[in-house]
């Protein structure tokens, strides 16, 4: 009995660790979107506040990024779901000898890395540009060159991939006598594939269809290399990310996440309804009551909670009309000014010391050693930034071929000091 | 002799029109997006970075230099070897197999929890709380760590505040948040394989065995590992390739130094403008992570057709 | 309704890479028959169907419907019909929308797809049920269904693929006998595919028997039944006692078969046979197990044979007695069900007789595997 329970509690331990990990993150992310610091961060905690909504709200760049975004997933569902459910329905004809070999090449693209596929596809576009002729001004120069049909290109390589997948397990299901049968009975070769195969198909073309959007929105190894002119979401926050944060990232990735638990529920939903009515249907549900909750809503809990949920976002929005953090901002402001004065005293002190030490037995420092070198990442979380007023730093990126060590600045020793 | 009858064939079965668009989509696919694609990258990485000018002109020739370059480094270069690209190199596959060896641990448990316990409201709960995280950005995910990891993070503010530590601790720059980051990545895309097939092992086989005795132990080393072989191999391939290729979490979660071959295949693209030795850059990451994943999977007895279940 | 239409096959050859499905065949079927292909799975039968419906090309030779080579003419340009064996109803069309369906693609109008739709479905007995799913159907009424999809295209031929096999053995019989009513209702060429030689003998005009790609004998139920030209014909189409032996002598079309392990017994040369057989040639025999009777047991003839019963087993309308001969060779003797406790007891030695018309003999060849 006691192992059985020191099982469970350890279970229970790991789920815990588990989903934390998983879980965690996401919520300490989605908080910082609601703290007024310029900076990401859930503590210290300064004042509650929408305004990082806002600020997401008039990014050009972001809107644009969507934009993009949905250009390039709506393209991208259109070419690797028809080459997807082609390449399957190949693959049921082919000649088994060549079964094996056209599989390994048509999965091949998920297993290649995608920064790779990126950089093949516009190595090979832009010699194809080249061989057009494509001259500036051309129609097709900018097919070639705002990077839109590259990136379609490009991630429809390996998304078809995931498509086929979806396409495979339906039509492994599929009796191919239908096909023969409306054939017998008159219809063209087309004419069944559209009213018969292609409608058996649909619930999978739908899912391989939100797949394949999802995965193209989400995309960043191949974007960042095949977009030229314009910048995808993806390709945009990383931009932002990597120059410097603020919490407009974080309230982005709130909203994305209530958008997906939103999905995640209706998903898990419509099919606990579907399959109670599926029970019902068979005789074994039991006769229910028609009470206050709609019948959708009855013996469903994830459907409760969607709309708890969106009951909770509704309130969100509305008090975020009226509510304003004006006050406590100028308080918290004031009681940081002081907090920031003690500790560059304290900073100053400190390195008054270590400078006087220092001169002792080492006259000349190395450039490295200077507070302000090039740990870009390090200073966007040190305190000084905290007034929000610190000159944006570019990220630091040495030329690789230049031999003389980007490890070594990691390992000066007093770089791990310097803050 | 026999390849046109196949063909005559596929087009009996499918009609002109359809059989057509079928082979059309399919050629498309195969052949102007992945087989040229990798063949052009391929002959790019053997050639010369030239001004547009030169190209096609008489010193448009084949030249090892770029794969070179990896090796021995620049020529102005005083170390005998490239050091340090080849120990970002390194450090990449190391770390990427790392990577992999910690989620199949980390996710076996989980799997086989899932995988067995069907169809309780808890456990459906827990797969959709699985998949939500499975469809939030990368970037965004790497984000949500660098807000943790970050110096005054929510990690540092805790330990600071148990006072386990006395100053800040550099998670960005000691690499634990980049592996942490790349652990989190693609950890679903170790979990849900896993699952999938343990999720088809029939219970009665592992009551059959307790039946008979075996430990807790035995069991899952005789029959689930053995079932979920193609499972496990299968999601280890794809995070093995995802992390190696990783560009979102090193360019995040990197210290400033770069540390990701990808980062250096990027830098030779965007920043060194030089296409050439990037694509020699890409070739060598593309064959080495091929190299490596087709011989764990011919150790492990696992077919090409068990990735992607 | 239209007229049978005459399919003729000349020397069909069918070939899958190095396997030869359907090996020279050649057939000719009268306007407005019931025609059978019967033989046991893989013999072909399927190939033969799926080559005069259009879905496959033969390798050799030509198929002819109505007096026109259907070389190059797709399944959607024949005037054939098929019922698949698993029915092939698309599931997720209306009853009507499946039998209109033909229309549909040949572009009529909803109402008139409807009218004939409806039309049809009173025919087969199923007025009304338009409207459901296929899935809504039990396994005999979507077997109807089937066919009215495949009469409302008109077809000359409707080709018929073990459209039966998945029914219970008692709508199988009741089908049985409505497909043959249908048939003889439409007036037009039926072709039908069957390993159950019931099905084939009750309800063809004539039955071809196959065996691994080659048709054996074409023929009346009656006479595959009764005169079978070879040894596969004989021991697949009901059951048969065979005797192995040498021919001893021949008297026109008669002859003595020197048994290897029953003796000498007398048999008429199945008619396929007369004259092709010589006195040494290796034959066989077969007796029918209702052609054997109980004989007294001194009455040692060329048409007796003696055995100790091995076992007996009640089967409704008949006994079946199991005995074994000299050397070891194995008789099955069944005797009418009128009213007897048994027929015999267990170790007991028989005599058993037989009418020579009954019993025929012919070349030795390869018989059906059980």
């Not at chain 1, 190949?90 to 990126?118: D, F």
């Not at chain 2, 679903?188 to 219970?203: K, W």
């Not at chain 3, 006994?319 to 194995?330: A, I, T």
Request: hydrophobic content about 45%; aromatic content about 10%; some cysteine.
């Amino acid at each position: 009995m006691s192992s059985a329970n020191l099982i469970r509690v350890a279970l229970g331990a790991y789920l815990l660790i588990f989903f934390s990990y998983l879980l965690g993150p996401l919520v300490v992310m989605s908080l910082t979107a609601f703290n007024s610091a310029s900076f990401p961060a859930v503590s210290p905690w300064a004042c509650f506040s929408y305004e990082w909504f806002e600020v997401l709200f008039n990014d050009k760049h972001i809107r644009d990024g969507i934009y993009y975004s949905v250009v390039i997933g709506i393209g991208t569902v259109i070419l690797s779901v028809s080459m997807g459910l082609a390449a399957s329905i190949v693959l049921t004809q082919v000649w088994p000898k060549l079964r094996s070999t056209y599989y390994t090449m048509i999965i091949a693209p998920i297993l290649i890395p995608g920064v790779v596929l990126g950089i093949s596809t516009l190595v090979f576009w832009d010699r194809v540009g080249a061989f057009l002729g494509v001259s500036d001004g051309s129609l097709l120069h900018g097919l070639f060159h705002n990077g839109i049909f590259l990136t379609i290109l490009g991630q429809s390589t390996f998304i078809a991939s995931y498509t086929m997948l979806v396409f495979v397990a339906r039509l492994q299901r599929f009796d191919t006598d239908l096909t023969e049968a409306a054939l017998d009975l008159g219809a063209t070769h087309t004419q069944a594939f559209r009213k018969v195969l292609l409608p058996f198909m649909r619930p999978a073309i739908a899912s391989a269809s939100v797949l394949a959007f999802l995965a193209s929105f989400e995309n960043y190894n191949t974007t960042t290399f095949t977009i030229l002119e314009y910048k995808t979401l993806t390709t945009v926050l990383a931009q932002k990310v990597r120059l410097g944060i603020n919490p407009s990232i974080s309230s982005l990735a709130f909203i994305i996440i209530v958008l997906t638990i939103f999905a995640a529920l209706a998903f898990e939903a419509a099919n606990r309804n579907k399959d109670r009515k599926l029970a019902a249907a068979q005789g074994r549900g039991v006769t229910q009551k028609s009470g206050i909750l709609p019948s959708f809503l009855t013996g469903n809990p994830a459907a409760v909670v969607l709309v708890l949920l969106a009951f909770m976002v509704i309130v969100m929005v509305g008090t975020a009309q009226r509510y304003s953090p004006e006050a406590c901002k100028i308080a918290v402001r004031e009681a940081k000014q002081i907090e920031i004065q003690k500790r560059i005293d304290a900073l100053k002190e400190t390195r008054r010391q270590k400078e006087d030490a220092k001169a002792a037995q080492q006259p000349s420092n190395a450039a490295p050693a200077t507070p302000n070198n090039s740990s870009a990442f390090g200073n966007v979380f040190a305190p000084g930034n905290l007034s929000g007023d610190a000159p944006e730093q570019k990220v630091d990126e040495p030329e690789p071929q230049s031999g003389t060590g980007a490890f070594g600045n990691v390992f000066a020793p007093d770089n791990l000091s310097s803050d | 002799m026999k390849k046109p009858m196949i063909f005559s064939q596929f087009f009996k079965n499918n009609g002109a029109v359809m059989g057509s668009a079928l082979i059309g989509l399919v050629a498309f696919w195969l052949i102007f997006l992945i087989i040229l694609p990798q063949l052009s990258m391929l002959d790019y990485s053997f050639r010369y970075n030239l001004p547009p000018a030169e190209v096609g002109g008489p010193k448009d020739v084949y030249t090892l230099s770029n794969y070179e370059h990896l090796i021995y480094g620049s020529d102005s270069s005083h170390q005998t070897y490239n050091t340090v690209d080849l120990k970002v190199f390194m450090r990449t596959i190391l770390a990427a197999m790392l990577v992999t060896i910690f989620n199949i641990f980390l996710c076996y448990p989980l799997a086989y929890f899932l995988g067995q316990s069907k169809g309780s409201g808890f456990v459906r709960l827990l797969v959709v709380l699985l998949i939500i995280p499975y469809w939030i950005n990368e970037i965004l995910r790497a984000f949500a760590l660098r807000i943790i990891f970050g110096d005054s993070g929510l990690l540092n503010e805790a330990l600071m505040f148990l006072h386990l530590t006395s100053a800040p601790i550099d998670f960005i720059r000691q690499d634990i948040a980049l592996y942490a980051g790349l652990g989190y990545a693609y950890i679903l895309l170790m979990l849900f394989p896993m699952y999938n097939v343990i999720e088809s092992l029939d219970r009665n086989q592992i009551e059959a065995a307790r039946d008979m005795g075996a430990s807790w132990l035995h069991i899952h080393r005789r029959i689930v590992i053995p079932y979920a072989k193609p499972g496990i191999v299968s999601g280890a391939t794809m995070v093995f390739m995802l992390s190696a290729g990783a560009l979102a979490a090193p360019q995040i979660l990197g210290g400033p130094s770069s540390l990701w071959f990808t980062q250096l295949v990027y830098q030779w693209f965007n920043d060194s403008l030089n296409w050439q030795q990037g694509a020699a850059y890409a070739i060598v990451l593309l064959v080495s992570t091929i190299v490596i994943v087709l011989t764990v999977m011919r150790v492990f007895k696992v077919n090409m057709g068990d990735i992607g279940k | 309704m239209s007229s049978g239409v005459a399919v003729d096959l000349e020397n069909i050859t069918i070939r899958f890479g190095d396997f030869t499905a359907v090996k020279d065949a050649n057939v000719n079927i009268n306007g407005g028959d019931f025609f059978s292909f019967l033989g046991p799975s893989g013999c072909g039968k399927t190939t033969i169907l799926r080559a005069v419906s259009g879905f496959l090309d033969p390798s050799e030779g030509r198929v002819l419907i109505g007096g026109k080579d259907m070389a190059g003419i797709g399944p959607n340009k024949r005037p054939t019909a098929l019922i698949f064996q698993n029915l092939a109803l698309f599931p997720l069309m209306k009853v009507w929308e499946n039998i209109a369906f033909s229309m549909e693609v040949a572009g009529a109008s909803a109402g008139e797809r409807r009218k004939r739709a409806d039309e049809l479905l009173d025919m087969i007995a199923l007025g009304g049920q338009g409207d459901k799913l296929p899935s809504e159907l039990s396994g005999g009424q979507k077997q109807r269904v089937a066919i009215a999809r495949a009469l409302c295209a008109n077809p000359d031929v409707l080709l018929l693929d073990e459209p039966l096999s998945a029914l219970d053995l008692k709508l199988r019989q009741h089908m049985r006998t409505e497909l043959r009513e249908i048939q003889k209702r439409v007036g037009i060429t039926f072709i039908y595919i069957t390993h159950d030689q019931g099905e084939a003998l009750t309800m063809s005009d004539n039955v071809a028997v196959m065996k691994a790609g080659v048709i054996e004998q074409i023929d009346t139920g009656h006479h595959i039944y009764d005169d079978p030209s070879t040894p596969f014909v004989a021991s697949f189409v009901g059951e048969n006692n065979v005797f192995r032996g040498k021919v001893k002598s021949i008297n026109g079309a008669n002859a003595v078969i020197s048994t290897n392990r029953s003796g000498d017994l007398l048999s008429r040369i199945t008619p396929a046979q007369v004259g092709k057989m010589q006195v040494g040639d290796d034959a066989m025999m077969f007796i029918r197990p209702e052609a054997l009777e109980l004989a007294p047991t001194d009455a040692a003839s060329e048409t007796t044979i003696t055995a100790n019963v091995m076992n007996e087993e009640f089967e409704g309308n008949s006994f079946s007695v199991f005995l074994e001969g000299d050397g070891g060779k194995m008789i099955k003797m069944s005797v009418p069900n009128l009213g007897q406790d048994h027929i015999s007891a267990r170790g007991e030695n028989l005599s058993l007789r037989y009418d020579a018309s009954n019993a025929v003999a012919m070349p030795a060849g390869e018989l059906a595997s059980e």
